[in-house]
């Protein structure tokens, strides 16, 4: 799955004005440097086995290969290095450069596990409709680690809500906030796992799964909202593919 093109129509262009080879070359690598960082790093690790640690960069587009600048840090100091990645078969212009780059950024993601080559950078947050069960999982933990008496203490208990069947009421308040937490922790790891394929960015990452553990489904719902907006863009930009080829 993938989405939006990573270049735009190489032959794109204010009306009239000529496009030599040279400036449509510049146009792709200016605008994969500046709005498709991701994409580049994809091309380093999925068809050069190379995880580049900063300073990614297209240098050069021909119609045999692409050239990428990249740097890896390590202890002894900062390599600066250079990969080429060939075309498949080559391309017969540069105006082909838009769809070979998209495809191979397609493969390439999907070939990593990611459901996405750009990340869904975007928070919803919650509704009202999440407040009571935000306030309750705040609240039952309150009572659980910080006023335990509140629950284990029979005569509170029956003083302030008025509990006759005393002997059970702790157990059961224990068990379902312990279910709760189970399975409130479950839905936060499927969101880490969604989150992850659809490269959703470390900040955003964590506010997600934080909401996913203090709601459970409704968080679940909300991101499932953004993963069915960038499939349902992502199947047009292949249709869109397959009737340009």
Not at 149 to 163: C, G, P, S, T
Not at 182 to 205: C, D, F, N, Q, S
Request: proline share 7%; charged share 25%; hydrophobic share 40%.
């Amino acid at each position: 799955m993938s989405e939006s093109a990573p270049v735009p129509a190489a032959g794109a262009r204010p009306s009239g004005a000529p496009s030599s080879p040279e400036s449509m070359k510049q146009r792709i690598i200016s605008h994969m440097n500046k709005d498709h960082q991701v994409s580049l790093k994809d091309y380093l690790l999925y068809y050069k086995g190379v995880a580049p640690t900063r300073n990614i960069e297209m240098r050069d587009v021909t119609l045999e290969y692409v050239t990428i600048g990249y740097e890896i840090v390590h202890n002894r100091g900062i390599d600066q290095l250079e990969a080429k990645i060939e075309f498949n078969p080559p391309m017969k212009s540069l105006a082909d450069a838009r769809d070979v780059l998209v495809g191979m950024a397609m493969q390439a993601s999907e070939g990593l596990g990611y459901a996405t080559i750009t990340p869904v950078d975007k928070f919803i947050p919650p509704t009202w409709r999440s407040i009571p069960i935000i306030m309750l999982v705040l609240v039952s933990t309150y009572y659980i680690y910080w006023n335990p008496a509140a629950i284990n203490d029979k005569e509170f208990v029956l003083r302030k809500y008025k509990l006759y069947d005393i002997e059970i009421v702790p157990k059961l308040i224990k068990t379902a906030y312990w279910s709760a937490i189970v399975y409130h922790a479950i839905e936060a790891l499927i969101l880490y796992i969604w989150t992850g394929m659809y490269r959703v960015p470390t900040l955003k990452r964590i506010v997600w799964c934080v909401c996913a553990a203090l709601e459970g489904f409704p968080a679940i719902g909300r991101f499932r909202t953004l993963m069915e907006e960038k499939d349902k863009t992502s199947e047009n930009t292949k249709r869109t593919m397959e009737k340009e080829a």
